[in-house]
């Protein structure tokens, strides 16, 4: 087995006392997710947070003012919900990140164990979760592909749905007589189709739009009863929104006129909606009502935000962070008071800088140069995002600011197969993954140097997952343009990543490529990282976790070993988890490592 050079993590990382807490500050500044309550106790509530130094469930009574950490895990727990009656917390139970095992459940009260919280479930990949007071729906995945069980009153789990494609549990009625389940037996998991079922398993409705046009559950309305499922569609080429009346069999388009994408939740009466707009890497939120088809925008600050919901009293709760401001919890009551929600105890995160927007040709990019730089070219980190299908947006990052803090001016692109822009600009990458996406970035790389931003000899490329195989491929196919590259947990060797990465990204891979590797073996080759690592000339980091059900280790040493045998400049950082991590100190010490390789190798 080759030994590959390990990554040195610097302590401290800056020689600035100052700085160096300030850049560790926020990341250790304690940060929570948006609450969820139970539906007939809603002052119990589930939320994550990382206010041990570890992701994980803590519960609030809203009554007592209560909050307890629930679950304690070395790697962190990142899946979980509660009861409709707000007596069980449900929580996914993996091993060390690796995404597969079993939902366990214990009292929502404290001091009760956790148990298996359904009898007659294997070990698999989460596949959706719908938990009634008297049907509980769990979907799994495996090597063999979906499979939905159905307990009811708390009897052993039968199986309702098996199919070799990819699918899941979508939503169950409130009356809890139908299921919805999301399948690809249409051979495309990226553009799902939607399937009624009774518990029982019983085929009641089916609705597909057809080739390339992708249907989301959203959930059915909170009225016990009104069995009506809120739905979002791409129709017209964007994200938008329908109500499907499953017993009658017939829809409402809900048309909202507004740039951008368009998605939605129910208020607690379901004459209307809370709608989130998407438009430009930001947010806005606004009441729809059903009725009479008026649009109210509500008052939120200028930013993003990450998700959003409307508590029995009519006030909207939602979680929110800029570029410069830190992400909290914000209430916004029926009567217009707006004010921080929850915030947790200790240090709140320094502040950082606002991103300002480009666009080269249609494609959008956000830029920010460090506070104070001088006029003139900077040493410039081009940040690729995840996914592909995701979007870098107008929120805080301690990720990003770190970069600043150390000099480098950051832009994120929002390359082709980027969410918010479209159905058209985010499959446009089909047949052609990430070399369509670089094409891309190369474009504003050029708009970066041309116009005097980016310094062109201190190019850097960085990214992690779908971010981290564009920086690999990007390395191999565009040497002349990065002077460094940071690739974390990426795709490196397509047709071993495809071999050993979970089935649903399998399937993923199939929809994207047109088919699989046995059927496309010269396609997957030319997108591959690997078939390019001859010509990869800029030092590079390769950042792995060693139970990534994602991006397995395997492929990335196939990679790590031709650099080896070339005598390529390059550098590893492994670490025991998943793809990523929920430990804080173990992502400040990848991330320190991260730009202490990056000022080394620039000089």
């Known amino acids: 087995m080759t030994t590959h050079p390990t990554a040195e993590v610097p302590d401290p990382l800056f020689p600035d006392a100052e700085a160096e807490q300030r850049w560790r500050a926020r990341f250790t500044a304690p940060r929570v997710s948006l609450p969820g309550w139970a539906d007939d106790a809603p002052d119990r509530n589930l939320y994550l947070s990382n206010a041990s130094g570890v992701w994980e469930v803590y519960a609030w009574d809203r009554a007592?003012?209560?909050?307890?950490?629930?679950?304690?895990?070395?790697?962190?727990?990142?899946?979980?919900?509660?009861?409709?009656?707000?007596?069980?917390?449900?929580?996914?139970?993996?091993?060390?990140?690796?995404?597969?095992?079993?939902?366990?459940?214990?009292?929502?009260?404290?001091?009760?164990?956790?148990?298996?919280?359904?009898?007659?479930?294997?070990?698999?990949?989460?596949?959706?979760?719908?938990?009634?007071?008297?049907?509980?729906?769990?979907?799994?995945?495996?090597?063999?592909?979906?499979?939905?069980?159905?307990?009811?009153?708390?009897?052993?789990?039968?199986?309702?749905?098996?199919?070799?494609?990819?699918?899941?549990?979508?939503?169950?009625?409130?009356?809890?007589?139908?299921?919805?389940?999301?399948?690809?037996?249409?051979?495309?998991?990226?553009?799902?189709?939607?399937?009624?079922?009774?518990?029982?398993?019983?085929?009641?409705?089916?609705?597909?739009?057809?080739?390339?046009?992708?249907?989301?559950?959203?959930?059915?309305?909170?009225?016990?009863?009104?069995?009506?499922?809120?739905?979002?569609?791409?129709?017209?080429?964007?994200?938008?929104?329908?109500?499907?009346?499953?017993?009658?069999?017939?829809?409402?388009?809900?048309?909202?006129?507004?740039?951008?994408?368009?998605?939605?939740?129910?208020?607690?009466?379901?004459?209307?909606?809370?709608?989130?707009?998407t438009f430009r890497a930001r947010n806005t939120l606004h009441r729809y009502d059903l009725a009479t088809g008026e649009l109210t925008a509500l008052d939120t600050p200028h930013g993003t935000v990450g998700g959003a919901r409307v508590r029995p009293d009519g006030a909207v709760e939602y979680s929110w962070s800029s570029a410069a401001r830190p992400g909290v919890v914000r209430t916004l009551g029926a009567d217009g008071d707006e004010r921080v929600l929850l915030k947790p105890p200790g240090h709140e995160a320094p502040a950082s800088i606002d991103l300002e927007d480009v666009f080269v040709g249609e494609v959008h990019a956000l830029v920010a140069r460090p506070a104070g730089a001088p006029d003139g070219p900077l040493p410039t980190v081009f940040h690729l995002h995840g996914g592909p299908h995701s979007a870098d947006e107008d929120r805080f990052s301690a990720y990003r600011a770190v970069w600043l803090d150390a000099g480098y001016a950051v832009v994120h692109v929002n390359y082709r197969g980027s969410t918010g822009y479209g159905s058209k600009w985010r499959d446009a990458i089909e047949g052609r993954p990430g070399l369509t996406e670089l094409e891309d970035v190369a474009a504003v790389h050029g708009w970066a140097v041309s116009s005097g931003f980016a310094d062109p000899a201190k190019c850097v490329v960085n990214g992690a997952s779908w971010g981290g195989?564009?920086?690999?491929?990007?390395?191999?196919?565009?040497?002349?343009?990065?002077?460094?590259?940071?690739?974390?947990?990426?795709?490196?060797?397509?047709?071993?990543?495809?071999?050993?990465?979970?089935?649903?990204?399998?399937?993923?891979?199939?929809?994207?490529?047109?088919?699989?590797?046995?059927?496309?073996?010269?396609?997957?080759?030319?997108?591959?990282?690997?078939?390019?690592?001859?010509?990869?000339?800029?030092?590079?980091?390769?950042?792995?976790?060693e139970n990534d059900p994602r991006c397995p280790i395997r492929q990335i040493d196939n990679y790590l070993d031709r650099l080896a045998e070339r005598g390529a400049a390059y550098e590893v950082y492994r670490y025991d988890a998943g793809h990523g991590s929920l430990v804080v100190a173990e992502t400040i010490r990848q991330t320190a490592a991260e730009v202490a390789f990056v000022r080394r190798v620039l000089g």
């Open 469 to 545: 195989y564009l920086t690999l491929l990007a390395l191999g196919t565009q040497p002349g343009l990065w002077a460094a590259g940071v690739a974390g947990v990426p795709v490196a060797d397509y047709l071993a990543a495809y071999e050993d990465e979970m089935e649903p990204l399998r399937a993923f891979d199939r929809a994207l490529f047109g088919g699989s590797p046995e059927e496309l073996p010269d396609r997957y080759r030319e997108c591959s990282p690997l078939t390019y690592v001859d010509a990869v000339r800029a030092p590079v980091l390769v950042l792995a976790g």
């Open 64 to 277: 007592t003012d209560t909050h307890r950490r629930v679950t304690d895990r070395p790697n962190g727990t990142s899946h979980a919900a509660l009861s409709p009656d707000g007596e069980a917390i449900w929580w996914f139970n993996d091993t060390d990140g690796d995404e597969f095992g079993t939902w366990v459940s214990e009292p929502f009260a404290p001091g009760g164990d956790a148990k298996p919280a359904v009898e007659g479930v294997p070990a698999g990949y989460p596949a959706g979760l719908e938990i009634g007071h008297d049907v509980v729906a769990v979907g799994t995945s495996t090597d063999d592909g979906t499979t939905v069980y159905v307990s009811r009153g708390g009897a052993p789990a039968q199986v309702i749905y098996a199919h070799e494609n990819d699918g899941g549990v979508s939503a169950l009625s409130k009356d809890e007589t139908l299921v919805v389940l999301a399948h690809s037996e249409h051979g495309d998991n990226r553009h799902a189709a939607l399937r009624v079922v009774t518990p029982t398993g019983e085929k009641v409705a089916e609705k597909w739009d057809g080739p390339g046009k992708g249907l989301d559950a959203i959930a059915f309305s909170p009225v016990r009863g009104d069995n009506r499922l809120l739905v979002g569609h791409e129709r017209r080429g964007r994200e938008e929104l329908l109500i499907w009346d499953v017993a009658a069999d017939s829809e409402t388009e809900v048309t909202i006129d507004l740039p951008g994408e368009i998605s939605a939740d129910w208020y607690p009466d379901a004459r209307a909606l809370l709608v989130a707009h």
